[in-house]
């Protein structure tokens, strides 16, 4: 019988010194602080965290730097009003940055789950960002060749899930969610609820159990609650 479901603790038996790690979300939104949380208690190190921003406060992404855990940092967006613990630590040499477009990050580790070798984009051409890159003339417009970014595990904040591991997601927690589901090696994702096999509209399916590894179900945190919450009670007023 398939189950993927696993308890937190569990779910990184497999993660050693100097994986790669793909972090989904877009600012606070879709981060799997949880599964982020089982990293910091396991005990590997120099670590490569691939995600949009470099953490913001202290919790998430930004609690992994504070640990000491991460060698370099792959993003769009490292600086933000709160993310001072990256600032800090890229200031004082002790984490690597590679900055990259946005679109050319999420179509890097794209690549990385479609099985593409290599791709140009004209997306930062004849900026300190591609100097050394291989550039072509396309269409009379010059390209800047693109690798993809693969994962040695793929961290990802589903809604719903099943013990096969097929997702559906949240609103704008979905972000980056589903590209990194298919680039990592293994697939950790964490869901609020765990629902019979069956109940998922195969429509409604974002990600296929066939790119999870593992499920994790955990609680929804009462400042979520309280956001949606809100949320709808916005929509009616």
């Known amino acids: 019988m398939i189950n993927k ?3 937190l603790e569990n779910a990184f038996e497999q993660l050693k010194d100097g994986d790669t790690i793909l972090i989904g979300g877009f600012g606070s939104a879709g981060v799997p602080d949880e599964l982020i ?5 396991s005990s590997a190190r120099d670590l490569t965290i691939v995600s949009n921003n470099a953490g913001n406060g202290e919790t998430g992404i930004a609690a992994l730097l504070k640990a000491g855990r991460v060698r370099k940092v792959i993003c769009s967006f490292p600086r933000a009003a709160d993310s001072y613990i990256f600032d800090e630590l890229y200031r004082a040499g002790k984490v690597i940055l590679e900055l990259v477009p946005q679109g050319t990050l999420a179509e890097r580790i794209r690549a990385a789950g479609a099985g593409v070798g290599a791709f140009f984009t004209p997306t930062g051409y004849g900026t300190a960002l591609t100097e050394g890159r291989e550039v072509r003339e396309i269409n009379g417009r010059m390209h800047v060749l693109e690798t993809p970014i693969h994962g040695d595990f793929a961290l990802v904040k589903a809604d719903r899930g099943d013990r096969w591991g097929n997702l559906t997601y949240r609103k704008a927690a979905r972000n980056f969610g589903p590209v990194m589901a ?7 994702a964490s869901i609020y609820e765990l629902v019979e096999l069956g109940e998922l509209d195969p429509e409604a399916v ?24 809100g949320a709808t009670a916005g929509r009616k007023s």
Do not use: K, L, Y
């Open 5 to 7: 479901v696993v308890a």
């Open 37 to 41: 949380e089982g990293v910091v208690a």
């Open 182 to 188: 298919t680039a990592g090696a293994v697939t950790v």
């Open 206 to 229: 974002v990600t296929p159990g066939i790119f999870v590894n593992h499920v994790v179900p955990v609680p929804r945190r009462a400042t979520q609650a309280a956001g949606f919450e």
